[in-house]
């Protein structure tokens, strides 16, 4: 004889769908995963600073530091270990090579071009991407060339910065660099980035377009790493794009794209998740996401507080941009992730 149900009747919902049944263990839940996070999805920016073996914290960043060229060479043999295919260069200029024209850019020897020569020599498979703007080196703290009216406003000079642009590109070129990375948003750099490349014969070196890249404040920490926030004046809402805006960030990517962009990246990350999604449905190319210093910066903050499980946020955070349609993220995260996935 049957037990009778300890569910009356009354109490049994009729319900025809159950998506928990999906989710009722963990091998389910693997099997209908739609997306995955690998450290093939990973690069790693790392800060640069004169010296010898130094490590200086970036205090708005807790677990980033500010590194001199050996110690970068260092964490570039971690990347290897950890299989993260490139890692990403972001100089802190001294105050003193600081100028209005940004001249330590076009420096066959400045930082940058330093930690090229020196981990290309060591670790040739290592994919190396470098930044182009000068707000590193200008002592404006803009992207770009700046002219300043009488009156104290300034403007920045499009066309003039775009020269400018193409020589650090070619002086990254020269020391090793696989990709470039023009951050600054002049209109029209692309192509002329391209071209230069082409005409000195660096027919595969690659670039990564911060194609839709907004003035956003989510680059305070950034702007602290690399001295540049104090001297800035204004602000960059000249060139970078207004948050209220996605359909101008097509118009950006197809720009690139046409240009001879062969990747594009959207910055910020996680505040921007729509716009990496209408980018990868219209485009279908590889397209990248820079999950920014404050990004990284409010999840560290928020976890050393114990507010949030920062190791959960992490991963939750990074699976999101894959979920959005980045083939990859830029991450100050990138070595913790790695270290993750590999330990899984
Ligand atoms: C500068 C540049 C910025 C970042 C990358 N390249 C800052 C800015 O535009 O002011 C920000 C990265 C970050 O916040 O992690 N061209």
């Known amino acids: 004889m ?48 004169e010296g010898k073996a130094k490590r200086v914290p970036v205090a708005a960043m807790p677990g980033v530091d500010r590194l001199s060229v050996d110690e970068a060479v260092r964490e570039a043999e971690r990347a290897v270990k950890l299989d993260i295919p490139a890692i990403a260069f972001f100089p802190y200029t001294e105050p003193h ?39 590193p080196y200008t002592s404006h703290g803009h992207d770009g060339l700046v002219h300043e009216h009488e009156s104290g406003d300034i403007r920045i000079l499009n066309d003039e910065t775009v020269k400018a642009l193409v020589r650090q590109s070619l002086n ?42 907004y003035a956003s404040a989510f680059y305070g ?12 004046k204004g602000d960059k809402r000249t060139y970078q794009m207004d948050p209220a805006n996605s359909d101008e960030a097509l118009r950006e990517v197809e720009l690139d794209l046409d240009e001879g962009a062969d990747m594009v990246m959207i910055k910020p990350g996680m505040p921007y998740l729509d716009v990496i999604r209408r980018v990868k449905d219209e485009f279908g190319a590889p397209t990248f996401a820079y999950q920014v210093s404050g990004e990284y910066s409010m999840i560290m903050a928020a976890a050393e507080r114990g507010w949030i499980d920062g190791d959960k946020a992490m991963m939750e ?22 270290e993750k996935l590999t330990a899984a």
């Open 317 to 338: 955070s990074l699976i999101a941009f894959k979920r959005a349609g980045a083939d990859g993220v830029l991450t100050y995260f990138a070595p913790r992730a790695a």
């Open 172 to 213: 990254q070129a020269r020391a090793g660099a696989d990709v470039i990375a023009p951050s600054d948003m002049m209109d029209g750099r692309v192509g002329a980035i391209r071209e230069a490349l082409d005409a000195e014969g660096f027919l595969d070196v690659q670039i990564l377009a911060y194609a839709a890249k």
């Open 2 to 49: 049957n037990k009778p149900s300890r569910i009356s009747e009354a109490h049994r919902l009729d319900i025809a769908h159950r998506p928990r049944r999906n989710r009722k263990a963990e091998w389910a839940r693997r099997l209908v995963s739609e997306h995955v996070l690998t450290t093939s999805d990973l690069i790693w920016p790392l800060f640069l600073i």
């Open 97 to 135: 090579l600081k100028d209005e024209h940004g001249s330590e850019a076009f420096n066959e020897s400045n930082l940058v071009c330093k930690a090229c020569r020196a981990i290309k020599r060591e670790f040739p498979a290592l994919g190396l991407v470098t930044d182009v703007a000068l707000d």
């Open 221 to 232: 920490p950034f702007r602290d790493a690399l001295g540049s926030a104090g001297a800035l």
